[in-house]
């Protein structure tokens, strides 16, 4: 499992950032929108790494709390990891532990999912 990447930023993309480290290795980590980044900025981010038959994808985190409420997010049933990332872009960490205390949430699925209907999480 890789815990955190540690580089500087080369390429800024929709969904996610291009980190090259000290090695020389460049990876695509995929983020939050909230997360403020600028080219050639030096940032170290924790990390989930998710393994899938066709694919390996890389997830990063500004910090262990949200890194933590992306892990609880993919646990409720129906919720995948770009879900739980949109989630993170729209909604704070404390907002989302406040929707899990209640036990509710309702997301509203961006244009990429097709309109604006509300779609309901149990956890």
């Known amino acids: 499992m890789i815990a955190f990447i540690e580089g500087k930023v080369i390429q800024i993309l929709d969904k996610s950032i291009i ?31 998710i393994h899938k038959e066709d694919s390996m994808s890389l997830y990063g985190f500004a910090t262990k709390e949200e890194k ?19 989630i993170l872009s729209y909604y704070s960490v404390s907002d989302n532990r406040y929707f899990i205390y209640t036990k ?17 999480i149990a956890f």
């Open 68 to 86: 933590s409420m992306f892990l609880t997010l993919i646990s409720a049933q129906g919720v995948g990891a770009k879900l739980a990332m949109e």
């Open 19 to 49: 980190v090259l480290v000290d090695c020389g290795i460049g990876y695509e980590v995929f983020v939050s929108k909230r997360l403020d980044v600028s080219m050639g900025q030096k940032l170290s981010l924790c990390t989930h790494l």
């Open 104 to 120: 509710y949430i309702k997301i509203k699925k961006s244009a990429r999912h097709g309109g604006k209907k509300m779609r309901e």
